[in-house]
């Protein structure tokens, strides 16, 4: 699948960044048009890949922003964006629209460029152009604050909303109890990307061998166009030595029915049930979801037609769906056996669930805390006795 991608905020241009890297580490030809937009001029300066022509400095003529950014407001993150629209749009010109299937928009929800900015952009992507406009956020860990989760809470309504389709991680869920708070990002980053390009990576033709359980663009264009929100499952598998030391003599011997047949169907069936039994982007109950995809890359030698339809015949009980495509990504110089699991329209999402509690929460907080400041001003430049007039 051909994407222009498009990181916003902090949070999503690192993300975007990342995936860059993982395009420029495994030779996979997965972006057409990458784009960075942000209020803080200091952001921007620390993503490595995405070079300065395709990076937007928006707020500039904001006296409340002025670059620096916009303070984990979301409102005035919105507000900046619909006001510097047209110069995002003039830099989406260049988006090479017949080689693309889609557009991504990247977005940390805790903040305030990307979870206020992100909605706006993506609605007005929406207007402009035939191709599904795909959202990605980033959910918060709770030890960001109540504030970050307030933040998320609001703008995952109107993410969802602009977006054909919105993608989540969900950062309380991943970070390591041993992180360093940099390093925890950049090690979810990075895992984020590896799911998020195993999945595009489907039907690509770069080189690769052409797959015979074919997947491609409508394939995931067809899972996600069901709206609401997503979640992706991944697992990966070594290979056997047989493999690593003479794929072209295994190849020989698939399909007579022999126990490395057999052996091989397991192993296809078993890394897609690993994936789905392993930590999602996002924790979802599977059975919840409306259509699903899969995609099993390795190579040829340790892919199975048999294991694929085993596979999908396990994930259609396990959702109660037959609404669940399957397909190969044949690569031979691949050194795993990598399954990618996409649950589309998950609707039981427990950190969703207790991520609305938490802003519901602090939004009563944010009040009767501004109920009782004002008053406690009151008291203190106001003597008792009403006696001092103010100048």
């Known amino acids: ?206 080189g690769t061998d052409v797959s015979e359980n074919v997947m491609d663009a409508s394939d995931i264009r067809r899972t996600l166009n069901t709206g609401g929100v997503s979640s992706i499952a991944y697992a990966e598998e070594g290979l056997e030595r047989e493999t690593e030391n003479a794929q072209g003599l295994l190849a020989k011997f698939r399909g007579n029915g022999s126990n490395l047949d057999v052996d091989t169907a397991k192993k296809v069936s078993g890394v897609v049930r690993k994936a789905v039994q392993s930590r999602l982007t996002c924790p979802a109950e599977i059975e919840s979801a409306e259509r699903s995809l899969i995609v099993v890359s390795g190579p040829p030698a340790e892919l199975s037609r048999k294991g694929l339809e085993s596979a999908r015949s396990w994930l259609e009980a396990q959702t109660n769906s037959i609404e669940v495509l399957a397909g190969d990504d044949p690569r031979k110089s691949a050194d795993k056996l990598a399954a990618v699991v996409l649950l589309s329209n998950v609707t039981d999402v427990p950190r969703v669930d207790n991520l609305q509690d938490q802003a519901v929460d602090a939004a009563d907080n944010i009040e009767s805390q501004r109920e009782t400041r004002d008053e406690e001003i009151e008291n203190l430049i106001r003597d008792d006795d009403g006696a001092l007039d103010p100048i």
């Open 1 to 206: 699948m051909k994407v222009a991608l498009i990181g916003f905020g902090n949070a999503g241009g690192k993300v975007a960044d990342e995936l860059l890297n993982y395009q420029q580490h495994t030779g996979r030809g997965l972006f057409r048009y990458m784009l960075a937009v942000n209020a803080a001029r200091s952001d921007l300066a620390r993503l490595d890949r995405i070079s300065d022509d395709d990076q937007i400095l928006i707020g500039q003529t904001d006296e409340r922003v002025k670059g620096h950014g916009v303070g984990a407001d979301p409102e005035l993150g919105a507000e900046v964006t619909r006001r510097d629209r047209h110069e995002v749009e003039r830099a989406l010109d260049d988006v090479p629209v017949y080689e693309v299937d889609a557009f991504l928009v990247v977005a940390g929800l805790g903040g305030g460029t990307g979870s206020g900015g992100a909605p706006v952009l993506a609605e007005s992507l929406r207007k402009m152009y035939d191709e599904p406009v795909y959202g990605l956020g980033i959910l918060p860990s709770a030890d960001e604050g109540g504030r970050a989760s307030f933040n998320a809470a609001r703008s995952l309504q109107s993410f969802v909303d602009a977006t054909d389709n919105l993608l989540l991680f969900d950062n309380d869920a991943w970070r390591g109890y041993q992180d360093s708070v940099g390093d925890g990002y950049r090690r979810t980053n990075q895992e984020l990307a590896t799911r998020i390009g195993a999945l595009l990576s489907a039907g690509n033709l770069d």
